[in-house]
């Protein structure tokens, strides 16, 4: 597939105008604080057998929207005991957390690792998922990007991002680990989520976003149709009078503004031939990152002119483990 979104030179200079809703956020900070008075994060951290020696794994159950239970795996290098920084990753659309020998570069690279569970995903590939999403009764399409696109209150990724930021909260609260260097990773649908994760936690120490998905939605919709974006497509093509209100649903959970309110360093991956999740949104969310906070000096971007969603893969998962190793210290 040939590149098929903005020139390089052209994505270098990306910046678009988005429209924001006026209450963005105080929507979030209304939604984050019902979610925390559901009770502390961390719910429990069950040991369990992984199969392998050089790693221990817990199985962890954590509050999350409306204090439902989230899954996750959270992974040790095996006989370390002092604290170490964490990496929370966030999985790609349609997957869920699968097995817990599944997901080893950061914890093989000396990271504690919480891998969270995708709420009401886990059925189109990987090994599945176990967190279910008792509130996924909004109309809307039959996959998780569509559910709830008449109100931000009803939608999917609302109740993700919040899972998220609770991640971050509930990995603080694991034995052996250093709540002060806590990064958040992701590719795909988890680098959207990533991104969400940095606009929120004023905290957080570093972030590591790869061809991520919510940004610059409005330019998205019309260049691809492909899946994810292209379950919204779908549905507008059946309701064909709720484009407003699905473009201001779908403008609480844009990456672009929660990569202006991030602060933490950054690091970022795209393939420019990327026709899932176009570049020009990566693009976009890097050059206005952190543009409400002061500006952040420490960020990176990485682009693969021949590649398309997949990115930089294996080359550009070395680059990331240089980088954080920079960042974090370790």
């Known amino acids: ?47 369990v057998d992984n199969g392998l020696r050089l790693t221990e794994t817990w199985d962890v159950t954590f509050r999350g929207f409306a204090g439902d239970p989230v899954r996750g795996w959270f992974s040790r290098p095996a006989g370390v005991r002092e604290p170490l920084p964490a990496v929370v990753e966030f999985a790609g659309y349609g997957r869920g957390r699968g097995l817990p ?12 690792h919480l891998l ?3 709420r009401g995903q886990g059925d189109q590939y990987g090994c599945g998922g176990d967190t279910p999403d008792p509130h996924a009764v909004a ?25 998220a930021v609770r991640a971050v909260d509930a990995v603080r ?75 201001r649903t779908l403008s609480y959970v844009e990456g672009i503004s929660f990569a202006r ?9 795209v393939g420019l031939r990327d026709t899932v999740c176009p570049p020009s949104g990566a693009y976009a969310a890097f050059n206005r990152y952190a543009e409400l906070t002061g500006g952040q000096e420490e960020k990176v971007l990485h682009a693969y002119p ?19 190793r920079a960042v974090l210290g370790a």
């Open 1 to 47: 597939m040939p590149a098929f979104d903005l020139p390089p030179a052209d994505l270098e200079r990306h910046r678009p105008d988005i429209t924001e809703p006026a209450d963005f956020d105080a929507f979030w900070k209304r939604t984050l604080g019902e979610a925390a008075g559901a009770g502390d994060a961390l719910v429990s951290a069950e040991p």
């Open 101 to 112: 020998h599944e997901r080893l570069t950061w914890v093989n690279a000396g990271y504690a």
């Open 116 to 118: 969270m569970d995708n």
């Open 139 to 163: 109309p809307g399409g039959p996959g998780p990007v569509a559910r709830g696109l008449l109100d931000p209150h009803d939608l999917h990724h609302r109740r993700l991002i919040t899972d």
């Open 173 to 247: 609260a694991l034995p052996g680990v250093d709540p002060s260097r806590v990064a958040a990773v992701g590719n795909s649908q988890g680098g959207g989520v990533a991104l969400a994760v940095a606009g929120l936690v004023p905290d957080l120490a570093a972030v590591l976003a790869t061809a991520p998905f919510l940004c610059g939605i409005r330019r998205a919709l019309d260049l691809t149709d492909a899946s994810p974006y292209g379950e919204i497509t779908a549905y507008l093509a059946v309701h064909r009078g709720a484009e407003e209100a699905v473009h």
């Open 261 to 269: 309110r991030a602060q933490a360093p950054a690091h970022f991956g």
């Open 306 to 324: 021949f590649n398309g969603h997949e990115g930089g893969d294996a080359v550009h998962v070395r680059r990331q483990l240089g980088w954080l």
